[in-house]
């Protein structure tokens, strides 16, 4: 590994080209996928700009299909808000199968003659002569009074179906009149009208997949969505980095299910069942777990039963030095062997990538204590009368220490189950895992070395050094930065291209490898046009409630939104810097580190 740094000490030596390959890559650079997706951006959704996210997608189809919002919403709510797989049906199989399929009546209806106000007409479920002043017709033709149609809209929304009411009449495939369902539901239950509005404008979050709730602990009301390729790692406003796959911390390289399956396994108990199988045997009379203290194979257990510690077998207690007297266990048991060894070999399997997690987790959580120390000794660097004032390498330095730990940190549980028996046993050959399990661990090596010798040059007392060993400790500091930025590139690549891409059977999905650390979600802005002239007025999303955190939180009502036929608004994406705080830090670090700085 000597020879890997010093080769790359030449081209590495400046450091104003370092850092600007560090901090100016464009993202299109970073996607090195094979899939060539476009560069997945995300936005946070606060209650505020819910209604302007929603918007958009609403205006696209109503604009596209001349819809009102209702059969807008009704067509996007039954395609789960994706608007591609929308028009790609409209496409292949016209709107009149489109509208069908979702409930939207096709032909406009010709009203009836209006009737006289004090005639009355046959509910046809209640089967009670009513007033025609009181009965309401969908669009689709069904007429009933307004007292069964208020009981069908209050049952429907207590059961959470408010978002895909249908007419009661028999076999009527149509979405009622959202406007409708409105104005008889809130002239009894007004709570209830306005329940029918957010399960309205949650829908947006709920039933779209590329939109999810920001799953912080408590929560902060905040939602992101991404465009693009949705197997990406996020951050909200709110400091927390997540999957947006599973909803889970963030833990590429690994795929959601190797988390899902070592999460479980690191909680629950099936470790501890190992330990127990490989450490002791049952009484063969009250079946508890015996563990042998001595070196005689002649046990006895609480309840008093003795027996063979070699075979399990009950026996007297009469022995000698030699043997278990009228007992004999030494004929080949192959079963119970294979499987006492297999346990065993498992258990140690699983302890060493389970230690190596853990030890790069908690150099994580001990480097991330730096910041303060390192802000110190700039402190007192800079005081001094030296030619040396830019001491920006250090805190680069330290973000691609933090963001090339954590890769390293997740690495083993990705190790541990791709080439373990659990999900790829019949994907390859043992020749084949083994030629790819060396592949991979002398990359994860590599990485390893490297990142042990950044922190260690980040460690270093440079407020204390000449400005000869600044100067080098500066160098090798820049050098190691981006030779582990690219060692987590090739990572990405092995996992992606020569691991998992050459998998028939199984399809598992990685967040892709960003070397500016987790995307940050930008707030998505809100912004009201009143009047089509005048010009837009631009109101940044909850800015000034809870300190720029969304408020809206699943299950919370508020009042409904406006129609968007009578009001006009248009998005704007606010830039956001990249630096946080002072600028000291350009790195994502979880929730709770963030909280604490």
């Known amino acids: 590994m000597e020879d890997y740094v010093s080769s790359e000490e030449e081209d590495y030596y400046s450091d104003r080209d370092s850092l600007e390959g560090l901090e100016n890559e464009e993202e299109d650079d970073l996607q090195w996928r094979p899939k060539a997706a476009p560069s997945s951006s995300s936005k946070v959704i606060t209650k505020e700009s819910l209604l302007i996210a929603q918007r958009e997608d609403l205006r696209r189809v109503m604009d596209l299909l001349t819809l009102r919002e209702q059969h807008a919403r009704t067509l996007l709510i039954h395609y789960r808000w994706d608007v591609e797989k929308l ?74 179906q408010s978002r895909r009411i249908r007419c009661m009449a028999h076999k009527c495939n149509a979405i009622c009149d959202e406007a409708i369902i409105r104005n008889l539901v809130s002239a009894r239950h007004p709570d209830l009208a306005e329940r029918f509005e957010r399960f309205l404008l949650e829908s947006y979050i709920e039933d779209n997949k590329m939109v999810k709730w920001c799953p912080s602990v408590p929560h902060c009301g905040n939602a992101i969505r991404v465009e693009g390729d949705k197997f990406c790692e996020v951050e909200c406003t709110c400091g927390l980095q997540f999957c947006f796959s599973c909803s889970a911390e963030a833990h590429s390289p690994c795929s959601c299910l190797m988390w899902e399956l070592w999460t479980k396994k690191c909680q629950d108990e099936s470790e501890t069942v190992n330990w127990i199988t490989v450490n002791t045997k049952p009484c063969p009379k009250c079946h508890k777990p015996v563990e042998k203290n ?164 980040i460690e270093e007392p440079f407020d204390e050094y000449t400005e000869e060993k600044i100067m080098e400790v500066r160098m090798q500091v820049i050098n190691l930065s981006v030779i582990t930025d690219n060692l987590c590139k090739k990572m990405y690549e092995c996992i992606e291209n020569d691991l998992l891409g050459s998998l028939q059977l199984a399809i598992h999905n990685i967040a892709p490898y960003r070397s500016k650390g987790v995307e940050r979600a930008s707030e998505l802005s809100v912004c009201w046009n009143t009047k089509a002239n005048d010009t837009d007025s631009c109101i940044l999303s909850d800015t000034s409630i809870n300190g720029g955190r969304g408020t809206m939180e699943p299950g919370r009502h508020f009042r409904g939104s406006p129609n968007l036929d009578e009001i006009g608004c248009s998005s704007r994406k606010r830039s956001r810097k990249e630096t946080l705080g002072d600028g000291l830090f350009d790195l994502n670090l979880p929730a709770e580190v963030i909280d604490k700085s």
């Open 294 to 457: 001595g070196g005689c194979n002649l046990v006895s257990c609480i309840c008093g039963q003795a027996f063979c510690w070699l075979c399990g077998g009950a026996t007297g207690r009469d022995h000698t030095w030699s043997s278990i007297s009228g007992h004999s266990c030494g004929r080949y048991k192959e079963d119970h062997e294979k499987r006492a060894e297999r346990a065993k070999r498992d258990l140690y399997r699983y302890m060493h990538y389970h230690n190596r997690y853990k030890a790069h987790t908690d150099s994580f959580k001990l480097e991330t204590k730096l910041k303060e120390t390192i802000q110190n000794k700039i402190s007192i660097s800079e005081s001094k009368e030296s030619t040396l004032k830019d001491f920006s390498w250090v805190t680069n330095g330290l973000n691609r220490l933090f963001r090339s730990r954590r890769v390293l940190s997740y690495s083993y549980p990705f190790a541990y189950y791709m080439f373990g028996d659990d999900l790829f046993k019949d994907e390859m050959s043992k020749e084949e895992r083994e030629i790819k399990q060396h592949l991979f661990e002398d990359q994860q090596q590599q990485l390893e070395s490297n990142v042990e010798k950044l922190s260690k040059f």
């Open 87 to 160: 028009l790609a049906v409209l496409v292949e199989k016209g709107k009149d199968w489109l509208f069908a399929e979702a409930g939207v009546t096709v032909v406009e209806r010709k009203d009836p003659p209006s009737l006289p106000s004090t005639s009355t007409v046959l509910c046809c479920i209640c089967m009670d002569d009513v007033l025609a002043k009181e009965t309401t017709t969908m669009d689709c033709g069904h007429g009933f009074c307004n007292n069964c149609w208020t009981e069908h809209f209050i049952v429907k929304i207590n059961e959470g």
